[in-house]
């Protein structure tokens, strides 16, 4: 007797979380380019950029965003990718020398 046909499809949180910047260390007004992109099955649909908590960019596809460092200090990013079956996020901290 022939085995059915199954079609079985894996559902998976996003996974493969990237929150690339183009540097960590800067001076006053440097630019950061920031990329947060993942992997997920179903595709994620909502990625959101945070800089110490504050939602500073969302999108339906990778976020791709640039910010002139205007003040000093450490700065924490955050990407959250979220799909149908949850969410992943990942930190990076940027430090801005000066005052």
């Known amino acids: 007797m022939p085995m059915p ?12 979380l990237q929150l690339v910047a183009s540097e960590t ?25 945070f800089e110490n908590g504050t939602l500073v960019a969302n999108s339906s596809s990778p976020i791709v ?6 003040s000093g200090g450490v700065f ?8 149908t079956v949850g969410s992943a996020d990942t930190t990076k901290s940027v430090t801005v020398n000066g005052t």
Do not use: Q, R
């Open 5 to 16: 046909f199954c079609s079985c499809l894996v559902l998976v949180k996003p996974e493969k």
């Open 25 to 49: 260390t800067v001076c006053l007004g440097d630019v950061v380019n920031f990329t947060c992109s993942a992997d997920g099955k179903p595709a994620v649909h909502v990625y959101e950029l």
């Open 65 to 70: 965003w640039s910010k002139i460092m205007s």
């Open 76 to 83: 924490i990013y955050k990407c959250v990718a979220n799909n």
